[in-house]
């Protein structure tokens, strides 16, 4: 008997394989083609009845309680399948919604939204990022504002890029309610049911991946009336709640392409040791021996140093250094190995005859959502400058 | 007034961005999607009116007659749309299949064969791959195979990613004459029209490109019978045959995806020019400048290479060993320069609104296809040791 | 008060910053020029006075006790100077002897070898590599041979790269005395005091390297007779119990080599910030920023490796996978970091007037030394074959 | 019979082959331990006995006069020895100021100071580099300054990094006579004897390369008067000169550093063509393979985009672009080059016992001298946007 996150880790693991997978490469990892919601509903049924729905959350919302080192094997194991995390309730943006709601929503908040998400009942976006010139890799450039009238507030603004907003239940929605586009104060969060009179759910953007329920969409916030318990937390704190969902959310991502590009990596390495090509099996051939072994130190530092990122969030740290250079590393990392893994498969590599190719279709935005790798680097490099010219060591 | 090539560069650029580009994006470069071999017709016919159809063609079969340098202009003009190289006919594999007809053929094999083909009046296709375990990366591995019989040869034999097959008049078959499966000699091209009983086209592989018009299909030979007139060249020389098909047919590659590559590199440098992020151009940061550099240090390095490589070509060499580097190069320099395009885009570089997305889609197997970078850099290797044990320079 | 480790770290960057940075510097790093042994003696006086001597040896021989993740810290402190590890004790090769002596040798040898050396009496050397065609990056192609004669062994052969050879008190010898070259079985290790007849230490590689004492030397055993009291552990066991030290003498190299590398980006970062250029300080250029971000992301990722590394050895695993990957990670990984901060140290980065150009002449060796890091890609590439094969979990 | 150029190229491999190799593995790449000027007037009286002295300058200066192409040959034979291009008289900065005054200079001062200098006569030094915060990776940061006073000019103000300047015969200074630090105008070039009172060269800097005859030294000048005809060209057109020089520089540099790439790469195939591991020659190796084949395209690589720049330079263009990308791209790929090299011959590859290592030590700096990759980097993005922002193809 192992500890719990290691007995979810095994029970995700043969979950997945048996339940989630075959629908996964039947539909190449498009989750609309799958049956979108309904599909969901089925899969979390399954899920649930095999002891491996949400991991993540909390006992007294029907999860099983796991800080974040713990977490990182059961979502590592969703994420194997591009339909995993759905299946689990540990996807991008649910997850890290309920961690924020989890630490910041109101008794009232989480019984109306926290619960039902963690749940399964309903689905939720976090509409955050606008269309230029507004909040995209620089939050601060918000521009959506949220005015204070009697008894409520009135939201108006764009939003692009919203995952999942397509059927959400709810929206937590960032606005401006102090400072200028460009400042970094005055930002505040609000809970808005998607049935809200001037909720406008647009287009969907033609994004490359397509395992993401609900799509990346645009949004309209039409002169939106909330009350005042729609603000999440306190008024004007926006973007330092915004830091709270990031770190955590970040490590997620990170463990659930993990899990992905491990697919990718173990496809490849069975694929080329039962092939025989130049008078010997693929798999003992030199250039293919530097893919894998690339492969297995690129996993072998992304979960490395996701690790130390999670240790410092478990122990209540904000984590902003180690999980921006996780995500970085990760990002970058993970997508060498499913490249490496497509080359490894020759022309099967870039077909969908084998999962590969869906995967470094679904793994390529990771180096782009969630803040591209410049602007990491930027604010990584901005740091490091400050803290070593303090006398500090790197 | 320039050169032929400068001339037929600077109106192939016109034609393309007039003619070709709206329907591509349209379609996002689906060439299916588009209207196919109806589509097709259509654009040759326009490309024919603006004087640009099959620059690298003999005159007497409509062409323009350039060589390999001299083509490099215009076929890169062309691949700056995905539709281009079917628009001027010089996509691949037709083009580079006239190239080893106008070498090989027969007079009547030429006025039977090439001739509508350099004409545009039909497609074709180069059927010399198979499923493992036959020919792939090691084309010694060939099994499909030639029987003497009264009168002609009967073909048999599976292949598979037989580009251009669905909707091809005619096919060039590599087939086993001699030897065995695994050796080096005894292989045969025959020339095999499309209505030959026993030809038989099936699945078209799920390959992450679309642009390729005609697919790249499964395809079987159920005893098919040829006369002799259907010998291309000699009996047992089709593997050199094929060394001839195949350095010209590399560096026209190259040149259609330079050009693919600029576009996406040309509109992501459009795109940072345009915006502004954390107080100023993103051009002007220096992580987007990083790209910019490396971008253009890629491309000059690649149409460098290219050139040494088509000039030995021109002067009547076999070339294996430049066009291979030039090959591997491209392949990978052309890749990075649309990932950094992406990275420069931000969310629309993941997306259909920009066109970086798509290029990113159908340049990826460029460094499988016509040999993965790892065969190419393992035969780079063993001449390189052969070459300087030899007391030759490097 | 932290812990041990943490208050043992803490001191020994204030130790070497007081007393062997400046040593180190104004020698530009070569021991010998600075007084090899005797310099050693006064600067071990020294380190022993503060408190921070031999913090990985046991207590009762005078060291602090440090597990492997304790003694992370201290390590990567000794290495912020080339001259550190030889103060504190914990320098190649002598370190990773007493590991292996600590965990061997019976209790006379301990007395007789052990306690000397970790009290820094003497220093030793781990003969095992061979000129060509013995013992290299493959150690099975051992030629030494013992011989069992009339109570004892006689000892002959030829060893090469002996670091530390040249003033050592003992050698480690490793001899074949079963099987033939190229066999994996059959070695024993020899404890040989350097006194004893017929041990010749020859001439100093002459390696790019000058940091290490004793130098790099190439050896002789000319018919040494040893009694059965100088095998070391078993007779035949050779390659287990080289295995034994291998491990975590890879995880020290690392962290001292991590100290090194710190430093080259601590100086470059303050130069960069120091300094003006196309109108700004450098530190804020983007492609500065660049250098400095992948070098934080590198060193972290190292110590991520280390850690995960360190942890699986103090819980008494062997850790082959993980110090083999940590180890091929890092020796890449810090060549980078110290190389981008010759970049950012411009003209200055390579001469002596910092301290950046000698750590780069340090520490390129490391991807060879210890097994280079092709041996290490194509046994963690074999393992994963099988592992993976067997249906395990990359 | 080969062209002159081929002619030039054989004889100048033969050359170095016997006269210089020999002397530059004795002395492990060290000019001053193998005799400074003294050894270079007699390599260079056996240079000129072989007919292989000077071939890129005119012949009535007693050079062959082959164009920028041409001598890609004979100059990269030369770097195959670090002491080659100091025997055939191609070397830095002698080439490169020779390159100016051909274009620049007056009859008088042809005569007096590049008649000389072609003829090995005297050796000269381009006085340009400042200690920050003067001319360096910015040379618009200028702060020498030349006063124009009674029958001349006053010089005063401090160089650094002035390659060759100690053992010069003359110096070409460069001195603000218009315009502030910071500016773009306002410099010109003074042609200087080493013997002018108030000329002081001072500290060799301790740089990592020795390979370089005269050192990088520190210079000052002190109220240093010469007459107006020690302007070379016109007053205030400094910056437009160092233009003229600096693009043929770029390109001899890469000439010479690809012959000194070309025999590490060469040494390391020999080396592993001759050794066994692991059961086989180690070039058979798949880990070794790939080292040998990306050596071989960076070779090819940096050989095409050099000619493409030199072509340019022969039509009389300034080639400021396709120079600055061949001089970027060839200090990373051959410093690539030298360093794979230094993997495959293991151990020995950081020794002095073959010759890899002492190359990798004095290519090294190329990446920053003649502008760091980061500077250029700069300016190809900056040229990037403005071109295409302009609608020009890339």
Redesign the interface.
């Given at each position: 008997m192992g500890t719990l996150a290691e007995d979810l880790t095994a029970r995700t693991?043969a979950f997945v394989a048996e339940h989630v997978l075959p629908l996964d490469d039947e539909h190449?990892g498009d989750i609309e083609a799958a049956g979108g919601d309904e599909r969901r509903v089925a899969l979390q049924e399954a899920a649930r009845a095999a002891g491996v729905f949400a991991p993540q959350v909390a006992r007294e919302y029907g999860g099983h309680g796991l800080g974040m080192v713990d977490r990182s094997g059961p979502l590592e194991e969703a994420g194997y399948s591009l339909f995993g995390p759905i299946a689990t309730n540990v996807g991008a943006p649910d997850e890290g919604n309920m961690h924020m709601l989890e630490a910041i929503a109101s008794a009232d908040q989480r019984t109306r939204f926290l619960e039902p998400l963690a749940r399964g009942l309903v689905r939720s976006a976090f509409a955050m990022?606008e269309p230029?010139?507004g909040a995209?890799?620089?939050p601060s450039?918000l521009r959506t504002r949220a005015v204070r009238g009697d008894g409520g507030w009135v939201i108006s603004g764009e939003k692009?890029?919203i995952t999942g907003a397509d059927g959400a239940g709810f929206f937590i929605v960032m606005a401006r309610t102090g400072g200028e586009a460009?400042g970094a104060g005055g930002a505040t969060m609000f809970l808005v049911p998607a049935d809200t009179p001037g909720v406008v759910v647009g287009r969907h953007?033609?994004?490359?991946?397509r395992a993401m329920i609900g799509g990346h969409c645009e949004m309209r916030f039409e002169d939106v009336v909330v009350g005042d318990d729609a603000v999440l937390g306190e008024v004007d704190l926006g973007f330092r709640y915004a830091q709270v969902r990031l770190g955590p959310a970040r490590m997620t991502h990170v463990m659930r392409w993990t899990g992905a590009a491990?697919r990718a990596?173990?496809t490849a390495?069975?694929y080329?040791?039962g092939?025989?090509?130049?008078?010997g099996r693929i798999?003992d051939?030199?250039?293919?021996?530097?893919?894998?072994?690339?492969?297995?130190?690129d996993?072998?530092?992304t979960?490395?140093?996701l690790?130390?990122a999670c240790e410092e969030l478990d122990a209540g740290g904000r984590a902003s250094e180690?999980t921006s250079?996780?995500k970085?590393?990760a990002a970058e990392a993970l997508d060498r190995v499913v490249d490496r893994s497509?080359?490894l498969c020759?022309?099967l590599?870039?077909?969908?005859?084998l999962p590969v190719?869906k995967i470094?279709?679904e793994i390529?935005?990771f180096?782009?959502?969630d803040g591209?790798?410049?602007v990491?680097?930027?604010s990584?490099?901005?740091r490091?400058?400050k803290r070593?010219?303090n006398g500090a060591?790197?």
């Open positions: 693991r190449d990022t230029a010139p995209g890799a620089d450039a692009r890029f460009g953007l033609p994004t490359v991946d491990r990596h173990e390495v069975a080329v040791a092939r025989q090509a130049f008078g798999s051939l030199g250039l293919a021996q530097q893919h894998i072994a690339d492969n297995e130190i996993l072998a530092a979960r490395a140093l690790r130390v180690s250079i996780a970085t590393f497509q080359q020759g022309g590599g870039v077909t969908a005859d190719a470094a279709r390529r935005p180096r782009i959502y591209p790798s410049e990491h680097r930027w990584i490099a901005k490091a400058v070593i010219t060591p790197s």
